[in-house]
């Protein structure tokens, strides 16, 4: 029984709000075409071998890179990270070693080729010793390529700096977009306009987050908006059942539609909800009933079931694997894993981190080899920035790194060249080369550089990717052997 009627309206607002993430513009598709229909053209769509997914996973917080990929040997570079990181230099017998393919490019010719992952990053090591990771290092917002006596003695222009360098918000944003002010769209949002036609007669938008909202799906016009997921699944249409649903279903049924337009468009967006919410149920009955028991595989790598970035993989992973229930064929992923702001208790938080990391990309990189996807996904790891080198503090329990420039990123995918490091990794010096303050090292490539490798695979053209990332044109072309920042097989 319905207690209170009051209860059950529902605002212009609130009811957008609640809709708009699950739905795209009625534009995209008709409500007329029939579920059933839709399922078996899509199926069809999705059988061909013209497929291939983004997966955008960005470390919030500003991960401390440089102890994520540490230099070893007996060289000038390992000598100046053991000095310079001091109390939370990891020890070099701690390292899982890196069989690198050619020597890394390093700064200022203090080189090494040998090098090592984090002593909790087994699993990754192993994907860049079989050559299936790569690591990019060296790379951040930039506007234009900056030496630091430009920046030490303030003769840049604003304008020649990524705005309020060193801010989590304005470089989350900037990494997830371009390093300018006024935010107008994510380059992951741009990429779907541009790929609209391999994304036809979808209900569901290619833009899939389980992260909830984000610069990085940002559409330029709005018109596609990303779907939102849970860790775990469908984020369903919260209290539209029962009698909920019966009143809201018969108030649209009773729709003078010459009168009440607006209220018309509701009903269009919640059906249009409904119908999506259906197809991401069948994607994932599909991927459940394939055989590949994602709990063990993900349980088999070490991740905890309490991992909040083991469960939005493993969402992801299904949805891939059920893809047959949806036409999509260049879907945009964006998942998120939280703590890296590692400002104190550094070495102890970010031991935690990277195993939790290290073990759900394992499990994700089995899902994909064991459904056959490896070279169809490609799978991005960044953060807004790097951190200090030098701690903040003399005790190692204790001891934090604070918010940086560059950092290290990693990619993985059949079609990655892995076994390499590309950008050029810093000297690790201070107060002279890269260095702006305490290890805050200026980028060698630009966020973008690697940004648009990745917009060049999925399917954009040249034009297209100028458009999405204007700054290129104040670098070296990233597509060119020496720039040594094509990380992806473009065949």
């Not at 080189?111 to 050559?131: I, K, R, T, V, Y």
């Not at 949806?326 to 890296?340: A, L």
């Not at 000297?427 to 630009?446: E, K, Y």
Request: hydrophobic share 40%.
């Amino acid at each position: 029984m319905i207690k209170n009627c009051n209860q059950l309206e529902l605002s212009r607002r609130t009811f957008l709000k609640r809709t708009s993430s699950l739905a795209l513009a009625s534009s995209l598709a008709s409500n007329s075409l029939g579920l059933t229909g839709l399922l078996g053209a899509s199926r069809a769509l999705a059988a061909s071998n013209d497929y291939r997914a983004l997966v955008f996973v960005f470390l919030n917080g500003g991960n401390d890179s440089f102890n994520m990929i540490v230099p070893m040997g007996d060289s000038q570079l390992r000598t100046n990270y053991s000095t310079n990181r001091g109390v939370i230099a990891l020890a070099e017998g701690e390292l899982n070693p890196l069989n690198l393919q050619s020597a890394a490019e390093v700064y200022g010719d203090v080189g090494s080729s040998e090098f090592g992952m984090h002593p909790d990053c087994l699993s990754l090591a192993q994907m860049f010793n079989d050559q299936e990771l790569a690591v990019l290092c060296n790379i951040g917002n930039l506007v234009m390529p900056v030496t630091r006596d430009e920046y030490i003695s303030n003769s840049l222009q604003v304008a020649d700096l990524p705005p309020r360098l060193f801010s989590h918000s304005d470089q989350q944003r900037q990494f997830q977009s371009e390093p300018v002010s006024n935010f107008s769209y994510g380059w992951g949002g741009r990429m779907a306009e541009f790929l609209t036609q391999y994304n036809t007669n979808s209900l569901v938008s290619p833009l899939i987050s389980v992260a909830g909202l984000n610069p990085f799906q940002v559409s330029l016009n709005g018109e596609i908006n990303a779907y939102s997921l849970s860790a775990n699944g469908i984020a369903s249409l919260n209290g539209f059942t029962g009698a909920r649903s019966l009143l809201v279903n018969n108030s649209m049924d009773s729709i003078d539609t010459s009168a009440h337009l607006m209220a018309q468009k509701y009903a269009s967006v919640y059906g249009s909800a409904v119908d999506a919410e259906a197809i991401v149920q069948s994607a994932f009955n599909i991927a459940d009933a394939s055989g590949v028991d994602f709990d063990d595989i993900f349980a088999a790598a070490g991740v905890s079931t309490e991992s909040t970035i083991g469960s939005r993989l493993k969402t992801v992973a299904r949805m891939i694997a059920g893809r047959s229930a949806e036409s999509n064929k260049r879907p945009i992923y964006f998942v998120e894993m939280n703590g890296f702001d590692t400002h104190a208790d550094m070495l102890p938080n970010h031991n935690a981190q990277m195993v939790e990391l290290s073990a759900a990309l394992k499990a994700f990189r089995d899902c994909l080899h064991i459904q056959s996807d490896f070279d169809k996904v490609l799978t991005y790891v960044g953060s807004e920035f790097g951190r200090t080198l030098t701690p903040n503090g003399n005790d190692p329990a204790t001891a934090g790194t604070d918010h940086a420039w560059a950092g290290n990123a990693l990619a993985f995918g059949g079609m990655v060249e892995g076994g390499r490091f590309y950008g050029t990794f810093p000297d690790l010096m201070l107060d002279q080369g890269l260095d702006v303050g305490r290890g805050r090292f200026i980028p060698t490539h630009s966020s973008s550089q690697c940004s648009a490798i990745v917009a060049s695979w999925m399917g954009i053209p040249n034009d297209g990717i100028h458009q999405i990332f204007p700054t290129l044109n104040n670098f070296p072309d990233p597509f060119d052997a020496s720039t040594n920042i094509n990380f992806i097989n473009q065949a």
